[in-house]
């Protein structure tokens, strides 16, 4: 059996898990969410922003079409409806400190 990483992949083990999970942490929400995890709305916010995703419906669908290769990124499909209720809880100075942060700066943009 052959075993290629996609391109996807590549580009989100460029995002150190360990910065990720220490920004996480100073970015405590209200509550802790139950099966949407930070993680999974970086990914999904990532691949609606690099694939040009015109709108919220079209990012979610365009990830939820791949539900078997989900799962290798540490995702699991999500729901319009949660991934919008996340947008709208969740604070912007995670993802704002994660641009930011020295190791994804020079990665990312």
Same mark, same amino acid.
């Given at each position: 059996?052959?075993?290629?990483? =996609? ?13 990720? #999970? ?9 509550? =802790?969410?139950?099966t949407f995890s930070r993680w ?24 939820? #079409?791949a539900t078997n290769r989900l799962?290798?990124?540490?995702v699991k499909p999500v729901s319009?409806? =949660? ?13 704002? #400190? ?5 190791? =994804? ?5």
């Open positions: 059996m052959q075993n290629s990483t =996609t391109v996807f992949s590549q580009f989100l083990s460029l995002v150190p898990k360990s910065v990720f #999970a220490k920004l996480s942490k100073q970015h405590k929400a209200k509550r =802790t969410p139950r999974s709305q970086f990914v999904h916010l990532l691949h609606a922003q690099l694939a040009g995703c015109k709108s919220l419906r079209d990012g979610i669908l365009g990830m939820n #079409a799962y290798h990124l540490g319009r409806s =949660t991934f919008a209720d996340a947008n709208n809880e969740r604070p912007y100075t995670f993802f704002e #400190a994660l641009s930011s942060s020295g190791a =994804t700066a020079q990665i990312l943009f």
